[in-house]
């Protein structure tokens, strides 16, 4: 008896939901991906599908320890492209190419998948080759080539994976793609042109120092900075350290 009344209290405190027949429920996830079971390459671009949201995650982080503001517009970018995305999808109302119990979205026309990625290969690609530094060193210039054809095969990949999980059509996937990659340029274009200029005066504004929010477009190869800036710091400070210790 005691059990019981124990039973029926605890079930007392739990909330009161209507019968699932009666309640259409919606789902948030996003990170739901289907493939057909047992199908390998279906898995493989079913975790392709997910690119996109690690990339937004590697956006924050390197936004918290960097603080730079080419990266914060790179990521505002992004996320103005999903918005864009948002926008047409509701203007075209055009639906997926099949029923599925659960959908991130209920129309399908641009991918955003597709839109995102290739838009983040565009943005990418005109960064390395115009905003990086360039020296003309072949091993140098390699590796820009090689990102150009990675990113590009991501996205490729991606797209594909949308149309055979059969997410969306072909003509869906295409037209994200294409309107990925105005956006990217034209995003680029606004950010190199109209926003670097006024960078330096960004990064003077108090609420920028106070954030530790940077200005790198004067250095030519941050990596390199980073690293001869950190080594001659350690160096600095083993001398300093060690005529403490002679003292």
Known sequence: MASASAGASANADLPEFRDDDMVKWKAISLT????????????????????????????????????????????AGLILNESVNWVTKHIIKEPRPRARSVLHTEYGMPS??????????????????????????FVDELWKYATLTFVFSLATAVGYSRIY??????????????????????????????????????AAWPISEYLMIRDSTLIPNVMWFEYTSHRTESRSRLRKQGSWKSS
């Open 165 to 202: 999980l059969g997410y969306h059509t072909f003509r869906q996937v295409f037209w994200g793609a294409v309107l990925g990659a105005i956006l990217g340029a034209l995003w680029f274009s606004i950010v190199q042109f109209v926003c670097t200029p006024f960078f330096p005066l960004i």
């Open 32 to 75: 739901h991906v289907d493939y057909p079971e047992g199908d390998i390459f279906g898995f493989l671009l079913a975790c392709s599908s997910l690119l996109p949201v690690f990339i937004l995650g590697s956006f924050f982080t390197l936004i918290i320890f960097r603080r730079d503001l080419h990266t914060i517009c790179y990521f």
């Open 112 to 137: 955003s998948h597709s839109q995102f990625m290739w838009f983040f290969a565009t943005y990418l690609v005109f960064f390395l080759f115009i905003r990086v530094h360039r020296n003309n060193k």
